[in-house]
T-cell receptor
């Protein structure tokens, strides 16, 4: 069963940059890598998606090395409101979301 | 643009009773998904529709769960009879199409507690 591997939890302080890395060794050639954010009592929310190298939008950056077996979500200058669970997934394994990374931002 | 709508938001039932959840996807989205999320875990896909046809329901416990999307828009997920382990959030999601690069958009979820 193809899986993603992420740290279970991370702590950070307001204003810091946070990098969350996900391993996806079985990614297929045509798969995109997508990251989602989930707050308690809400459904997951799309953050960013990429195929290779670097993608940046207004909330995050996504770094994907040439072999595409991992990806790193970068959140610049986090705030308390960024406390959430972050999931990476690739679309080949549509069943699997993994347990995500619980990010706790402290004041 | 309106998001994915789900109802009811919360439901408490006794075991062996039945429950139904409704979902209205984003307008124009052909693909609709139902996920189950147990507390502390990531979402698990139960069933995927493309228009009014089932693309994949291999993870759906068919002895008690059923889902339909008769007109290719709204969908209903039913559980009958419910078990204690069905307590979870049921998330509906939709995407424009099935391709790998398409983003899935989730609703707020329907919280089910079976007592």
């Amino acid at each position: 069963l193809a899986k993603t591997t992420q740290p279970i939890s991370m702590d950070s302080y307001e204003g810091q940059e946070v990098n969350i890395t996900c391993s996806h060794n079985n990614i297929a050639t045509n798969d995109y890598i997508t990251w989602y954010q989930q707050f308690p009592s809400q459904g997951p929310r799309f953050i960013i998606q990429g195929y290779k190298t670097k993608v940046t939008n207004e909330v995050a950056s996504l770094f994907i090395p040439a072999d595409r077996k991992s990806s790193t979500l970068s959140l610049p200058r986090v705030s308390l409101s960024d406390t959430a669970v972050y999931y990476c997934r690739y679309n080949f394994n549509k069943f699997y979301f993994g347990s995500g990374t619980k990010l706790n931002v402290k004041p | 643009e309106a998001g994915v709508a789900q109802s009811p938001r919360y439901k408490i039932i006794e075991k062996r009773q039945s429950v139904a959840f409704w979902c209205n996807p984003i307008s124009g989205h052909a693909t609709l998904y139902w996920y189950q999320q147990i507390l502390g875990q990531g979402p698990k896909l139960l069933i995927q529709f493309q228009n009014n046809g089932v693309v994949d329901d291999s993870q759906l416990p068919k002895d008690r769960f059923s889902a339909e999307r008769l007109k290719g828009v709204d969908s209903t997920l039913k559980i009958q009879p419910a078990k204690l382990e069905d307590s979870a959030v049921y998330l509906c999601a939709s995407s424009f199409q099935v391709d790998s690069g398409n983003t899935i958009y989730f609703g707020e979820g329907s919280w089910l507690t079976v007592v």
